[in-house]
């Protein structure tokens, strides 16, 4: 939070002018802006009270000061509109998970791989054949029947047969 010094001259804007309205610049903001910017805002309004040292006195400090607060709102939502703020997504964790890939946890899926091509490697023939047709040359169905020299309903029996027994190889 800011703090500021109270002075004697009543003009004086970094002393007694902006300080007396704190509370009241605050409350101006948290009706139009989000909580978690009022900080800020009140902070942008400080500093250009600041920067201000021309001497000149303020007939009207409380007018200035909300004159000011009101530039500086209007000042930041220019800002968030030419920078399409809205359309940003945030750099969460939550929103980009980080994979975990720990020494053990490669161990672990090399173990799994080698598991399953053992549990290939046990299959017959021509389950074997149908499998990887389909899984991994992505043939369909009918392409592998006609390769095989075999009915349809006999891959199917040769996929369900082969996924049945690398189910239990894994398991």
């Avoid at 000042?75 to 940003?88: K, L, P, T, V, W």
């Avoid at 029947?145 to 239990?168: C, D, P, Q």
Wanted: charged share 25%; proline share 4%; hydrophobic share 45%.
């Amino acid at each position: 939070m800011l703090s500021i010094q109270a002075s004697a001259d009543p003009t004086d804007l970094a002393g007694t002018g902006f300080v007396r309205h704190l509370g009241a610049i605050r409350r101006f903001f948290m009706k139009r802006a989000p909580i978690a910017e009022v900080d800020d805002l009140v902070q942008d309004v400080a500093i250009r009270m600041h920067a201000r040292r021309d001497g000149r006195p303020i007939d009207n400090i409380e007018g200035y000061l909300f004159q000011t607060a009101h530039s500086v709102l209007a000042d930041r939502g220019r800002r968030a509109g030419s920078r399409c703020q809205s359309q940003h997504e945030s750099l969460e964790d939550r929103h980009h998970p980080v994979e975990d890939r720990s020494p053990a946890r490669v161990l672990e899926g090399k173990e799994q791989w080698t598991l399953l091509l053992a549990a290939i490697e046990e299959l017959p023939d021509r389950s074997r054949q149908a499998f990887i047709l389909h899984r991994f040359e992505e043939m369909q169905y009918a392409a592998i029947a006609r390769h095989m020299g075999i009915t349809v309903s006999a891959v199917e029996k040769h996929i369900m047969k082969a996924i049945r027994h690398l189910a239990a190889a894994i398991a």
